[in-house]
C-alpha cells in the first residue's frame, strides 16, 4: 500500500496550494481519508477528514472555512484545497487512510499514512 502526496511548497500568505494524495494497492473507497499535519516544534494535528462516500467532512478549528477537503474514488485521490494560507499553516502535510468510524480522525484509526509534503508559507 502506497499514499503519495504532493502540492506542497513555498507560498505566501493569503496565497493558496491543492494537496494531492494518490492511494495504491488499497480499496480506497473502503477507508475514511484524513489530512494531519506536523509543525516545526509541534505534535501532529487532524487538519480535515472525509468520508468513504465523500458525503461528510470534517475540519480543525484552525481550518474551517479556507480549507476543502474532497476525493475521487475512481481516481483513488484525496485532496485538500487550503486557501487562505498564513504562517501557522507551515507544517508537514500527511494523507491518511483510517479504518475508523469517525470522519475526525484519530491517529489510531490510522493504517496507512503518506510520506509528507512540506507546506512553507511566508508572511
Known amino acids: 500500500v502506497q499514499l503519495q502526496a504532493s502540492g506542497g511548497g513555498l507560498v505566501q500568505a493569503g496565497d493558496s496550494l491543492r494537496l494531492s494524495c494518490v492511494a495504491s494497492?488499497?480499496?480506497?473507497?473502503?477507508?475514511?481519508m484524513a489530512w494531519f499535519r506536523r509543525a516545526p516544534g509541534k505534535e501532529r494535528e487532524f487538519v480535515a477528514g472525509?468520508?468513504?462516500?465523500?458525503?461528510?467532512?470534517q475540519y480543525a478549528d484552525s481550518v474551517k472555512g479556507r480549507f476543502t477537503a474532497s476525493r475521487d474514488n475512481a481516481g483513488n485521490t484525496v485532496y485538500l484545497q487550503m486557501n487562505s494560507l498564513n504562517a501557522d499553516d507551515t507544517a508537514v502535510y500527511y494523507c491518511?487512510?483510517?479504518?475508523?468510524?469517525?470522519?475526525?480522525?484519530?491517529?489510531?484509526?490510522?493504517?496507512?499514512w503518506g510520506q509528507g509534503t512540506l507546506v512553507t508559507v511566508s508572511s
Open positions: 494497492r488499497l480499496t480506497f473507497s473502503l477507508y475514511v
Open positions: 491518511a487512510a483510517s479504518t475508523g468510524v469517525s470522519v475526525r480522525t484519530v491517529v489510531n484509526d490510522v493504517v496507512y
Open positions: 472525509i468520508s468513504r462516500r465523500g458525503d461528510s467532512t
